[in-house]
């Protein structure tokens, strides 16, 4: 579902089992519980389940009505997640009573509010890949060094568009009147696809833009953005390349990007590129990128000239922007040289996918190589 990539180094070959003891994710909550209140907040460990099935067994078995929990994000159904539940306190007791062989209450304390979808800062996890070689162990080493110091392109990862990877040509088709779907949930999810398959196709053409500022020296530069810019018809003097080769961070911002404070903030816009250039290398901004419809905010100025190209006019669905680029936290890689495992260990913002991390150090894309239905955001 995407073209280009923020690493080029050759790909490794891997095996990756899905399962409990390959795949682990772990929610990171928004804020800290306050211990006192009229919900009981729960850790919730399950393995091999989707977070509906976990929460209706919950339900069944402790007599809470479904609607009455409170979950922060949904969790794929393989491998191993622990993610935090909220219910009203009078349910505790039955709570603590719950058995299943794939779902353990890790730990109980008391909170003021329901937990509501969307409250975590990211996900933490953990990924054992099997069968690696000590040359192609270096490789990954390498590659997620170089994520951990200068962060990553934010793609959405290929399960965003469905096991046949073709959900955004149906919303495409809903958009213009070409198909119709009755089931308002599904059709907002198809358009949803599309929305997502425009952003990484104009990321695409930005980290291809920012690959030829660093590959070419500033003789040729102006020619090869010549070149570049006319492919799209964009109207940006391609004599910009010489002062965005001046930045020192892999994608090169232009004037007018939409930027955010890192890792949330309002939303504002770059009037000197250059200048905005040195809080993104200290991760304090970063850009974003548009999810085209309704209520949102485009760029301006040579960012819009590039932007304007991945826009549909006919999205009526809710719009909104998603950080370009971010920067995981805490990675850790390490060999077990007598298994010939490679142990990694990550967190990333929510909403990003720790896919598109993969396909990075990897070198390659996960479908069709051990990766179809890996795990979601």
């Known amino acids: 579902m995407r073209s280009s990539r923020f690493l080029t180094h050759s790909p490794i070959n891997f095996v990756f089992n899905k399962g409990s003891k ?4 772990e929610e990171l909550p928004l804020y800290e519980f306050s211990g006192d209140g009229e919900h009981i907040v729960a850790a ?11 929460l209706s067994f919950i339900s069944s078995a402790t007599g809470v009505k479904q ?7 949904l969790k794929d159904k393989d491998g191993m997640t622990i993610q935090h539940i909220s219910l009203p306190r009078n349910f505790e007791t039955a709570l603590k009573e719950i058995e299943h062989q794939n779902i353990k209450i890790l730990s109980l304390t008391r909170h003021k509010n329901k937990i509501k979808l969307g409250h975590l800062i990211g996900n933490r996890f953990f990924i054992r890949l099997k069968k690696i070689m000590p040359s192609d162990f270096a490789k990954l080493k390498n590659a997620l060094t170089k994520i951990s110091n200068e962060g990553m392109p934010n793609y959405f990862g290929y399960q965003r568009f469905g096991r046949d990877g073709k959900n955004h040509e149906l919303g495409k088709n809903i958009v213009h009147g070409l198909a119709k779907e009755r089931n308002q949930n599904l059709k907002r999810f198809f ?6 398959r425009l952003f990484n196709e104009w990321l695409d053409f930005r ?6 500022i660093e590959s070419f020296d500033k003789k040729e530069l102006e020619s090869a953005l010549k070149i570049q810019f006319a492919s799209k018809a964009i109207q940006i003097d391609p004599a910009i390349g010489a002062e965005l080769k001046k930045q020192s961070q892999f994608l090169k911002l232009f004037a007018g990007d939409a930027m955010c404070h890192y890792p949330h903030g309002k939303l504002f816009f770059a009037e000197n590129p250059n200048e905005e250039a040195a809080r993104f290398a200290l991760r304090q901004t970063s850009p974003t990128g548009l999810l085209c419809g309704e209520k949102n905010r485009a760029s301006n100025s040579d960012a819009f000239e590039i932007e304007k190209l991945f826009i549909d006019e006919k999205v009526q669905a809710l719009g909104d922007r998603r950080y370009a680029w971010i920067f995981p936290q805490d990675c850790e890689i390490e060999y077990d040289e007598e298994n010939a495992h490679a142990k990694i260990k990550f967190s990333l913002p929510k909403g990003s996918y720790a896919t598109v991390l993969l396909e990075e150090i990897v070198g390659s894309e996960l479908r069709g190589n051990g990766g179809d239905d890996f795990f979601d955001e």
Not at 191 to 196: C, G
């Open 207 to 212: 980290i291809e833009t920012s690959r030829l």
């Open 67 to 73: 609607r009455d929990i409170g979950y922060a994000g």
């Open 44 to 54: 919730v460990r399950k393995k091999d389940m989707t977070t509906w099935d976990m």
């Open 22 to 25: 390959d795949f682990t994710v």
């Open 191 to 196: 358009i949803s696809a599309y929305q997502s």
